[in-house]
């Protein structure tokens, strides 16, 4: 590996917002495409964006207020679909953003939804489990006018988890006076939920990196993985890496990360969902940052934890010979040009991690079913699914000169724009 080339000033961006990335990323495919330029000036913008206001009793008897959103993005193919997230940087523009990546994800997936995302701007942290039970509980109430198991159907994401969805679902059905466990997914599988789901964004982050090696003709048992981020996407990407014979050198949690050349045993790195502090405090291991992380010399780098972390500031120090994104939206418009210039394949989120809503279709579909699927059912039927999805973004990617995004959106964008010249424009 060459000596990482100087940045220049120009390549130095301020943080994109995910909106600013999303419509960037539409306006590339759509330049490799036949499409109407109505349909895809309507899919620069949301369909709706709902904002609440969520009264919450501390349980010191105080009372704060805390502002929520939901964002509906494009339903031309199904009901809206898209995760929950409690975080204090939550904002409405964050929420149109990810919502265009999750008509996009859904698209590529093939899968008959449309896309939405949401959340409250707290630190889940903050708040006790009664509280965060009572948010949760008059959120739905809050959003109930534009949910429904036939209309948007939410899911876990940041801060928010199978309990969390438990609560809403409860409080939405006792408001309809009928249990409806598919108006969400990610719930308990005692209560509708379905098996699998929880790992599923990292598992099909696994499946499609396994397809990557292959495709690059690399040999997996000599491929190193650096994973940022070893909560619910990114430890069980490096197991199932681990598992076909990868070395996992470097994971990180929130506090640093940990590295060694002689790879782990990912099994004895605890999940940081599970114990936190676990990974940073992990003993035997070379401490590093996050930042230093994204910068080792490996083969496939995985970053799993947040948005925005591959920049034009970072992105020439960048030494991976792959980059698999298991966040949503790690790599920013700038970081992408420097990788494509470099020559450094980048498998975009909206097919790597879809698994996740793959899965929470498999969910809505036994939900509505009234049926529940065995888990190795569900594993079978996931892979059936990544790997259709590879095999059609592989097709465009190497019938053109593009790059893996690219050809990601241009499935997508094309599935998108059929059904909508399908459905004409009304009245």
């Known amino acids: 590996m060459t000596a990482a080339e100087p940045t220049t000033e120009s390549e130095i961006e301020e943080e994109e917002s995910a909106v600013e990335t999303a419509r960037r990323q539409l306006e590339r495919a759509a330049a490799h495409l036949d499409v109407d330029e109505g349909i895809v000036e309507r899919l620069r913008h949301p369909t709706s964006v709902y904002r609440v206001t969520i009264p919450l009793e501390r349980d010191d008897g105080t009372r704060e207020m805390f502002t929520g959103y939901r964002a509906h993005h494009d339903s031309v193919r199904g009901p809206y679909k898209g995760g929950l997230r409690y975080h204090p940087a939550v904002n409405e523009e964050e929420c149109v953003g990810l919502s265009m990546w999750m008509t996009w994800k859904c698209a590529v997936m093939d899968l008959p939804f449309g896309g939405a995302k949401g959340g409250v701007v707290v630190d889940p942290k903050d708040l006790s489990s009664d509280e965060k039970e009572r948010l949760t509980r008059r959120f739905a109430e809050e ?42 997914t990610g719930k308990p599988p005692v209560i509708g939920g379905s098996y699998g789901r929880e790992k599923a964004p990292g ?35 490096a197991r199932y890496l681990d598992d076909l014979g990868a070395s996992i050198v470097a994971v990180s949690d929130i506090d640093g990360a940990i590295y060694d050349p002689d790879g782990f045993d990912t099994n004895d790195v605890e999940d ?72 450094i394949p980048v498998i975009p989120d909206i097919l790597a991690n879809a698994g996740g809503v793959t899965v929470s279709y498999f969910e809505w579909l036994q939900d509505i079913n009234r049926r529940s699927w065995r888990l190795e059912r569900v594993h079978e039927e996931l892979q059936t699914e990544m790997l259709r999805a590879w095999g059609c973004v592989r097709d465009e ?19 998108i724009a059929e059904a909508h010249d399908a459905r004409g424009l009304w009245p």
């Open 143 to 184: 959003l109930r006018p534009v949910i429904g198991s036939k209309t948007d159907i939410p899911a876990p994401d940041m801060g928010t988890d199978p309990k969390t969805m438990a609560w809403f679902m409860d409080a939405y059905s006792m408001q309809e006076g009928e249990t409806e466990p598919g108006v969400v």
């Open 272 to 343: 940081h969902d599970e114990t936190p502090g676990m990974v940073s405090g992990y003993a035997d291991a070379q401490s590093l940052s996050n930042e230093e992380l994204l910068e080792l010399d490996v083969d496939v780098l995985i970053p799993a934890a947040i948005g925005n972390v591959l920049t034009g500031e970072n992105a020439r120090r960048v030494q991976a010979d792959m980059i698999v994104e298991g966040a949503n939206g790690p790599t920013t418009s700038t970081a992408g040009q420097i990788f494509e210039e470099r020559d």
């Open 203 to 237: 598992r099909s982050v696994g499946i499609i990196t396994e397809q990557a090696i292959d495709y690059y003709d690399w040999d997996v048992t000599d491929t190193t993985v650096a994973v940022q981020g070893f909560g619910s996407v990114g430890a069980n990407a």
């Open 397 to 415: 990617y190497d019938a053109r000169d593009i790059t893996w995004r690219d050809a990601a959106y241009i499935v997508a964008l094309e599935r």
